[in-house]
């Protein structure tokens, strides 16, 4: 799950290059090696929130406790995903190494306000498990509260499968 919490709402121009970009990094995300699936909304309704829209099987939308700005139209200023991927290297190549999200990293200070939480959180799930959008925010509820466990971990501290710590340029 990514985390972060715009500037300005959706709509005001601070942040229309973010929501401008948002496809193309999404579709990037999708193309790339690894990518299993992300949440997606199920109706084409885009004057919806995220609150207000569909997920099926990601659940109702939710988002961590750190969030205490408006969800209404014209106002909702959380930006988040959730995406399942093969493995851990797979997620580091895209987020890290896929052009279009690596200049967007870059350009994310223009973007997102200073945070005090993490903006992403990392998690093993069985393959026939259904995360949803209240696991992925306690997950990253977690991660603030205690730091990387195998139960919620970054790419700085990460975990193998079975809870054992690994080193990303080990895999």
Same mark, same amino acid.
């Given at each position: 799950? @990514? ?14 290059? /973010? ?6 990094? %999404? ?84 973007? /997102? ?17 259904? @995360? ?21 971990? @970054? /790419?700085?501290?990460? %975990? ?12």
């Amino acid at each position: 799950m @990514t985390y972060s919490v715009l500037r300005a709402p959706y709509g005001d121009s601070l942040v229309q290059e /973010f929501d401008d970009r948002t496809p193309d990094v %999404f579709a990037e995300a999708e193309n790339s090696p690894g990518f299993i699936t992300r949440a997606k909304q199920q109706d084409d309704k885009e004057w919806l929130t995220n609150h207000q829209r569909e997920w099926g099987s990601w659940g109702p939308f939710a988002v961590p406790r750190f969030y205490n700005d408006g969800v209404a139209s014209g106002h909702s200023t959380q930006a988040q995903t959730i995406s399942v991927w093969q493995d851990l290297k797979s997620v580091w190549n895209f987020a890290y190494h896929g052009p279009l999200h690596r200049q967007a990293l870059q350009m994310r200070k223009d973007w /997102f306000l200073n945070q005090r939480w993490p903006i992403y959180v990392i998690w093993w799930i069985e393959d026939n498990h259904q @995360t949803n959008w209240r696991e992925a925010c306690e997950r990253l509820e977690c991660l603030h509260d205690h730091g990387s466990t195998p139960r919620a971990f @970054t /790419f700085r501290q990460p %975990f193998d499968a079975q809870g054992q710590p690994v080193q990303m340029n080990r895999l």
